[in-house]
């Protein structure tokens, strides 16, 4: 109780020291927007006419590798709106010294390594959250959200827009078109937050249109559209409607010939331009993409993204450093329905679902109930609650509960924080919390966190959470810094030191890591990196007779790797690593190599050698990784940006399984409108229970998105 009296009062003393601080703010550039009768075709190609009459705007800033100086190249930007879209275009010029580098075409995943342009919409003017908008030279598109100033990014949120990328001999142009109806904002606004941003890949180059930030994605400190006239009630309603149809011949799901068709979907209701309904029936849970087997050597479960467009709309509020909700804990859905929206500095997600019961896992039906809250305070900060809750019918039940801040006293500091609690149970062996105070930007971070856990935290967490570890006081402090140089053999070089300790609720330390590494990239792209990773560990396990017991282990992991061109799209890297492994010892071998083979071919190839000797160790409740090699080969060839093949096949020689995986796909109306035609096989020896499995599957999805 001590413990936690001090956290709580550290936090007053923080807040009361925020508000005496003086916050600097410097001027923001503006673009005034105009109305357009002649909306632009959105083909990449500036035609008579389309941005004549509108005024461009340029005059971008590099953030790195010259911070504070013009972009190397010019970048020109025009807006127009009408009561459909806000419409975009991007000239870049491009000289012959900066080839256009341009190699990714799945959607979603322009996310670094390509040119590319980026827009970004702070459409309730808050100066912490905003849509994204990427698109490279190849017409590519990445849609995203962005909370807490930065801070968070998630991917994982899609919506309906559209954009077209073309190529001049002076460079390329980019041309965006985003419906009203796609995104929330106040409607009342006539002035929105916006940003312009550039990647340049041949120099390592990004670049924004609002001037000198301290770091990337920083919505307070992008500039102002003024002029924007959005309507009150976008489109209304849209239907996600899917049909499915599984052959399955299995012995995982002793499934043998079987057919299952099936029918579900999604529901989106706008009830105002800031506020939205959504409901599910029935969504697949079946992901169109394969997960990609991750080597792992903590022991600890590993978590994947949640695919399920139910979940997209609102599933970066739940991103927190321990997270009371973890949207892949609830499997098969019944039926759900959801509340998002932000009005007053109040953002708001509330949902409720139920999931069937599962006779096999012995798991009973289920509801899942959270309210999600988080309230704009200051210049960019926020506070937020949260409530979570699992009750089936048998009157058993999981709650957890929970307050989080992040607290941007300054253009570098950031103070963040958590507190939870959950029941059943001793309230104070099942709650915890941390508080962290960093100082960063693009170029360097330090942080110091305290965190307590209690020692049965994890229990509840868990039925509806992800939480990999409890029963800790612990000290962390990361600290890394980039050097960049100008005219020189050597683009940068990064440092890295990362170190934590913690100890027991019985004063008993119970593990300490020492990460480092330092990584060259140099100006003919060649890259090394020298990594160490150092943990002392106490785990719990049983022994022979079952009894628990405290296992004490020492591992070290020592990397090099030596690249080229990795921080672009097409790479390739090898890397040699030697360390001990819950008292084995260890080393690993990796390849990785991408390239674009052909036109609209890429490939790319991984290789994973991992190896402890004879040693065969093993111990329950520890996942443990075992002597491998583990091949995975990708090939996706693009049609155009949306119809395309994708073959993904991975081996594992320690299960001896053989994994492969074909997917056709058909976007007829980005993105949620699709036809996917897929084959996953999958043979592999299960080590437990001693046998073979097989498991083929033919799918066939068809969405079709309807609007009214």
């Given at each position: 109780m001590h413990n936690k009296f001090q956290m709580v009062s550290s936090f007053r003393l923080l807040f009361l020291i925020i508000l005496c601080l003086g916050i600097k703010v410097s001027g923001q550039k503006n673009m005034l927007i105009s109305y357009t009768a002649n909306p632009p075709q959105i083909d990449g190609i500036f035609s008579a006419g389309e941005w004549d009459n509108i005024q461009p705007d340029s005059g971008f800033i590099q953030m790195e590798p010259d911070k504070g100086c013009d972009a190397s190249e010019i970048t020109k930007v025009y807006?127009?709106?009408?009561?459909?879209?806000?419409?975009?275009?991007f000239s870049c010029i491009q000289g012959s010294s900066n080839p256009i580098m341009a190699n990714i075409q799945t959607r979603d995943r322009v996310t670094g390594g390509d040119d590319a342009v980026i827009l970004l919409l702070d459409t309730y003017i808050d100066s912490r959250t905003a849509y994204g908008f990427t698109v490279n030279p190849l017409g590519t598109q990445t849609d995203?959200?962005?909370?807490?100033?930065?801070?968070?990014?998630?991917?994982?949120?899609?919506?309906?827009?559209?954009?077209?990328?073309?190529?001049?001999?002076?460079?390329?142009?980019?041309e965006m078109a985003i419906p009203f109806g796609s995104i929330k904002y106040r409607a009342s606004n006539e002035i929105w937050g916006i940003n312009f941003g550039r990647i340049l890949i041949s120099n390592l180059e990004t670049s924004w249109w609002s001037g000198e930030m301290v770091d990337n994605f920083r919505i307070s400190q992008g500039g102002q559209l003024e002029g924007i006239r959005a309507p009150v009630r976008p489109k209304r309603l849209m239907l996600f409607p899917y049909v499915s149809l599984r052959y399955e011949n299995s012995d995982i799901t002793r499934q043998y010939n079987k057919l299952k068709p099936d029918v579900g979907g999604d529901i989106l209701v706008n009830l105002s331009s800031?506020?939205?309904?959504?409901?599910?029936?029935?969504p697949d849970f079946a992901s169109v993409e394969g997960d990609l087997v991750k080597i792992d050597l903590t022991g600890w479960e590993v978590d994947f993204p949640d695919k399920r467009l139910f979940f997209q709309e609102g599933n970066e509020m739940f991103t927190m450093r321990y997270r009371p909700f973890y949207s892949r804990r609830i499997g098969d859905i019944n039926?759900?329905?959801?509340?998002?929206?932000?009005?007053?500095?109040?953002?708001?997600?509330?949902?409720n679902v139920r999931s069937p019961e599962n006779v096999e896992q012995g798991l009973p039906a289920a509801f899942y109930t959270v309210?999600?809250?988080?309230?704009?305070?200051?210049?960019?900060?926020?506070i937020g609650a949260i409530i979570v809750d699992k009750s089936d019918f048998d009157t058993t039940f999981a709650r957890s509960f929970g307050l989080d801040w992040v607290l941007n006293?300054?253009?570098?500091?950031?103070?963040?924080?958590?507190?939870?609690?959950?029941?059943?149970?001793?309230?104070?062996?099942?709650?915890?919390?941390?508080?962290r105070v960093a100082h960063e930007s693009n170029k360097h971070h330090v942080h110091l966190r305290y965190t307590l856990l209690g020692g049965d935290l994890a229990e509840n967490i868990n039925q509806t959470g992800?939480?990999?570890?409890?029963?800790?006081h612990e000290l962390d402090a990361d600290m890394s810094y980039t050097f960049w140089f100008n005219e020189s053999f050597m683009r940068y070089i990064r440092v890295f030191f990362g170190n934590n300790v913690f100890w027991g609720l019985d004063g008993i330390m119970r593990g300490y890591t020492f990460r480092d590494y330092i990584r060259f990239y140099l100006t003919c792209n060649f890259s090394y990196r020298f990594y160490i990773d150092y943990r002392y560990q106490v785990r719990n396990s049983t022994d022979a007779s079952g009894q628990p017991e405290e296992l004490y282990f020492y591992n070290y992991f020592i990397e090099n790797e030596l690249g080229y061109n990795t921080d672009a799209s097409s790479y390739a890297s090898l890397s040699f690593s030697t360390g001990r492994n819950f008292n084995r010892k260890m080393k690993i071998i990796q390849g990785d190599v991408a390239l674009q083979a052909l036109e609209r071919l890429t490939v790319k190839y991984n290789i994973s050698w991992l190896n402890f000797g004879t040693d065969t160790l093993s111990y329950p409740g520890i996942r443990l990784e075992q002597n491998t090699l583990l091949n995975i080969l990708t090939l996706d060839y693009y049609f155009t940006n949306n119809l395309w093949v994708r073959l993904f096949a991975q081996h594992n020689s320690y299960d001896k399984r053989f994994y492969l995986y074909g997917q056709f796909g058909w976007r007829f109306k980005p993105p949620f409108g699709a036809?996917?035609?897929?084959?996953?096989?999958?043979?592999?020896?299960?080590?437990?229970?001693?046998?073979?499995?097989?498991?083929?599957?033919?799918?066939?999805?068809?969405?079709?998105?309807?609007g009214f």
């Amino acid at each position: 109780m001590h413990n936690k009296f001090q956290m709580v009062s550290s936090f007053r003393l923080l807040f009361l020291i925020i508000l005496c601080l003086g916050i600097k703010v410097s001027g923001q550039k503006n673009m005034l927007i105009s109305y357009t009768a002649n909306p632009p075709q959105i083909d990449g190609i500036f035609s008579a006419g389309e941005w004549d009459n509108i005024q461009p705007d340029s005059g971008f800033i590099q953030m790195e590798p010259d911070k504070g100086c013009d972009a190397s190249e010019i970048t020109k930007v025009y807006a127009s709106f009408d009561s459909i879209n806000i419409y975009v275009a991007f000239s870049c010029i491009q000289g012959s010294s900066n080839p256009i580098m341009a190699n990714i075409q799945t959607r979603d995943r322009v996310t670094g390594g390509d040119d590319a342009v980026i827009l970004l919409l702070d459409t309730y003017i808050d100066s912490r959250t905003a849509y994204g908008f990427t698109v490279n030279p190849l017409g590519t598109q990445t849609d995203y959200k962005i909370t807490d100033d930065g801070r968070f990014i998630n991917y994982e949120w899609d919506t309906e827009w559209e954009a077209a990328a073309g190529r001049l001999a002076t460079g390329w142009v980019c041309e965006m078109a985003i419906p009203f109806g796609s995104i929330k904002y106040r409607a009342s606004n006539e002035i929105w937050g916006i940003n312009f941003g550039r990647i340049l890949i041949s120099n390592l180059e990004t670049s924004w249109w609002s001037g000198e930030m301290v770091d990337n994605f920083r919505i307070s400190q992008g500039g102002q559209l003024e002029g924007i006239r959005a309507p009150v009630r976008p489109k209304r309603l849209m239907l996600f409607p899917y049909v499915s149809l599984r052959y399955e011949n299995s012995d995982i799901t002793r499934q043998y010939n079987k057919l299952k068709p099936d029918v579900g979907g999604d529901i989106l209701v706008n009830l105002s331009s800031n506020f939205s309904m959504n409901a599910t029936i029935n969504p697949d849970f079946a992901s169109v993409e394969g997960d990609l087997v991750k080597i792992d050597l903590t022991g600890w479960e590993v978590d994947f993204p949640d695919k399920r467009l139910f979940f997209q709309e609102g599933n970066e509020m739940f991103t927190m450093r321990y997270r009371p909700f973890y949207s892949r804990r609830i499997g098969d859905i019944n039926y759900g329905v959801k509340f998002t929206g932000k009005a007053g500095g109040y953002g708001m997600n509330i949902l409720n679902v139920r999931s069937p019961e599962n006779v096999e896992q012995g798991l009973p039906a289920a509801f899942y109930t959270v309210a999600r809250v988080k309230k704009d305070i200051l210049r960019s900060s926020t506070i937020g609650a949260i409530i979570v809750d699992k009750s089936d019918f048998d009157t058993t039940f999981a709650r957890s509960f929970g307050l989080d801040w992040v607290l941007n006293p300054g253009e570098r500091w950031k103070i963040t924080g958590q507190l939870m609690g959950s029941y059943p149970g001793d309230i104070l062996k099942h709650s915890g919390g941390f508080l962290r105070v960093a100082h960063e930007s693009n170029k360097h971070h330090v942080h110091l966190r305290y965190t307590l856990l209690g020692g049965d935290l994890a229990e509840n967490i868990n039925q509806t959470g992800f939480l990999r570890d409890d029963n800790r006081h612990e000290l962390d402090a990361d600290m890394s810094y980039t050097f960049w140089f100008n005219e020189s053999f050597m683009r940068y070089i990064r440092v890295f030191f990362g170190n934590n300790v913690f100890w027991g609720l019985d004063g008993i330390m119970r593990g300490y890591t020492f990460r480092d590494y330092i990584r060259f990239y140099l100006t003919c792209n060649f890259s090394y990196r020298f990594y160490i990773d150092y943990r002392y560990q106490v785990r719990n396990s049983t022994d022979a007779s079952g009894q628990p017991e405290e296992l004490y282990f020492y591992n070290y992991f020592i990397e090099n790797e030596l690249g080229y061109n990795t921080d672009a799209s097409s790479y390739a890297s090898l890397s040699f690593s030697t360390g001990r492994n819950f008292n084995r010892k260890m080393k690993i071998i990796q390849g990785d190599v991408a390239l674009q083979a052909l036109e609209r071919l890429t490939v790319k190839y991984n290789i994973s050698w991992l190896n402890f000797g004879t040693d065969t160790l093993s111990y329950p409740g520890i996942r443990l990784e075992q002597n491998t090699l583990l091949n995975i080969l990708t090939l996706d060839y693009y049609f155009t940006n949306n119809l395309w093949v994708r073959l993904f096949a991975q081996h594992n020689s320690y299960d001896k399984r053989f994994y492969l995986y074909g997917q056709f796909g058909w976007r007829f109306k980005p993105p949620f409108g699709a036809l996917y035609l897929i084959y996953a096989g999958d043979n592999y020896f299960d080590h437990t229970e001693k046998q073979y499995y097989d498991h083929r599957t033919v799918f066939l999805k068809l969405t079709y998105p309807i609007g009214f």
